[in-house]
């Protein structure tokens, strides 16, 4: 397994940029989600990559060796990178074993060597048994695995993998994704996972990058991108945010739905308070430094359950954990207990 | 850039530099090839051009005005407007019914619809002028090649019905439809660009043909061509017309193109389990039974019939030695073409295979608008090219060239499609693995291309097989083949001596048809490339 590192890397297809000035690295070992709107330039990263995109600038680094020197590239082929596309992509003329055995060197490996391999992998997919099963006749989380087994079997450098549970449904997406992340981890495995789901991509990561118009605007731990967002709108894609206009004076005291205590003739800057929604309290009991209103309405989700509350015209979006005895219609008191996030406009 | 320079970084450079270098170079050389193939492709329409523009303008002005030449142009206006008229109206009807009607043996109905493709039109032209003594004109043109091409629009409309998604015709019902304002509504405007490419097939097939109309006296452009070349050997005036005629195909191809682009909305992906529902009216079923079975009499049954009792009759007078040496040269012949044509369309699909950049795109537009090219022009144009290269003229290696020039268009729509088959993702992967280009091309898209390519080189060999005016006018001195055997008796009426040689035609034609006309098989074939076509 190897580092990453991708210095300054450009892509673009005739007038459009897909990627600008982009760089990121990544210890070895290291798994990193890019998560971000379509059409941001994930896919395009990964493959610049694996190489099959040639980039207009820029270098990568696999390990120490340089696969990508601004449009120099090593071809695809001789970087021993781990793909995972969206739909697997599996063989559909060979079966499993036959598909897992692709990338093994016949001329380095004997027959023994390469079929001991195939059980290896098989055994860590859990598909004993599938050697002759065809693509065609896998479920979709099978046919996920095989193309991971198929990724690793190579002990690629990298593993690249371009949202691959997308297309499976929630319970097994849930379960596939820990199994795998489990089995990257367990071989430590460098490897980027492409996602356009927040919550896959904060459970997955070590590092979550996030993506928008060719650029990482954010990088960190998921506890951090998911703590101390850079912008509302940053905020807003990890995970659900009330965003409430605020104003800061000059001594640094901020006003806003919480705490309207500024005077109002005071010079300020305004802005926004970026609250996620279990950072409110709701209680029956008022408190003074707190803010009255009404539910307008429960979505129950069992283990929790986002509660709007209507204070002052304003909807304030509160999780809190089931079971709970709110009702619609009734009176509460709202208080904010977590950091507090101020962004001035522009 | 803020690299920096060890002596590491200096050598995987030049390492990178390499690779790099050796990409280029084979892209270089397949990139050539292509273009010499491109070159070969265009070699007939750029001799046509000279060729025309060196007669005097004010004579080819005369040429193209003067009233039999505009008879010429009305007598082909109206074949092809009739033809594609009548093979749209039934062509989509009996499709339709085919697929939406419950039918006893419904998934077998089909071949019969289909294998009309394996009758040349001028063996069917002549077992009709056997079977209704009398039988020419205009009319009983129209009524040949309505037939001959129905199943063109028959496949290509099937193709786009099988594509539409059942659960829409399910909602369109629930909405309170009926099966009738479903039909237009719903299922047509989906299957528009299907049926406007089987009726191009059509149009093509019938500007070209040349075995049928000259049997019933008719005179089109691709007869008038002939005769002039022929009577004159006046190569100018014939350049002339020929190029009048593929003026005429390139209209009906844009007209095509028209259509499609229109319907580009329509491509819609098909679940593939879910059920259909079918119509069960008796009334319906009866006529379409009805239908189907006069269509089979008068396509299938007839020519067989004549063919067989004119053979049997025929019995004592046949020319064994003659038959065997005509079959093995058609063989051959065609063989050679499939051969040459597979050759001169693999650097192409090679590049197409990769990923395409502009030229490679070009080339093949460029090469697949060849595909109406009438077998007369291209004939014309290479027995003029041909003359000037000495020893390999009239050769049964410059014939297999000519076909394989007629018929690279369909080989490269077939490459295409085949090769639109193999999922983009799964030759990144087999990269990502380590396969370099040719083993991906060798181990991942030439496995799953392959019955596709193959199939399409059988149909150009079986297309070559029934080829008539290129072999007529470019065979080696005393080469007979079936086809020019067919033509030499049923030229002078004499039906018993072409039976025998039509009979064997048919028959190994019939195979590769019916395995076209597998349900499986044929959409998959149909819409993108055409077959068939003897010119």
Redesign the interface.
Known sequence: MSSLEI??LSVSFGEKVILDDLSFSLKEGQIAALLGPSGCGKTTML?SI???IKPNSG?IRIG??????SS????????????????G?????LNVAENIA??L?KTLLTKDQISQTVKDMLLLIELQGFEKRMPSELSGGQQTRV?LA??LS?KPTIV?LDEPFSALDAELRGDLRSQVIELLRARNTTAILVTHDREEALVSADVVALMREGRIIQEGSPEDVYSLPISPAIAASTGEALLLEAAQSDDGSISYLFNNSLPPETSKTNGQVVIRPEEIMISRSISSNSAKGKIAKINYYGHDAMVTVKVKSQNVIVRIPGPFDFQVGEEVSLEHTGPMRFFPSN | ???TYSR??HS??S???K??RN?SASKLALRSAVGIVLFLSTVPMIYLFIRAAQKPFGQSVDLLFRAKTLQVLGTTAILVLAVVVLTLIFGVTLASALHFVRLPFRSILIIPTVLPLAIPSYVFTYTWIAFVPGFSGTFAAIFILTLSTLPYVILATLAGLRSVDESQIEVARSLGLSNYEIFFRVVLPQVKGHISAGVLLSALYTLSDFGAVSLLNVESLTVTIQNIYRASYDRGAAAVIALVLIAFSTIVVIIDDRVKNRTKAGEAVKAPTSKQVLIESKGTRLITLFILTSLFIVSIAIPFYVLITRFLDNRVTINWPDLLSASLSTLLVAAIGAAIALVLAAPLGILLSGRPDKFTRFAQRIITVGHGLPGVVVGLALVSVGSKLGVIYQTIFFLGFAYALLFLAKLVASINASLARV?S??K??????????W??IK??VA??AAPGISLGTILVFLTAMKELPVTLMLRPTGLETLATEIWSSAAINRFNEAAPYALILVLIAALPTFLISRPDKADRMFVNESMGSEK
Request: no cysteine.
């Open positions: 210095s300054h493959r694996a190489g099959l270098t120490k060796q340089l696969v990508s020197l120099l590239v090593m071809p695809s082929h001789k970087r021993k990178i781990g793909y995972v596309p969206q739909d992509a599996l063989f559909p003329h692709f990338g060197d193309a198929r990724a190579i690249l | 850039m803020q690299t590491r970084t995987s450079i390492a990178l530099s690779s790099a990409q999922p993702g799964v990144d992967v087999a990269t990502s693995l380590g396969a370099n280009p083993a991906v181990k991942v496995p799953i």
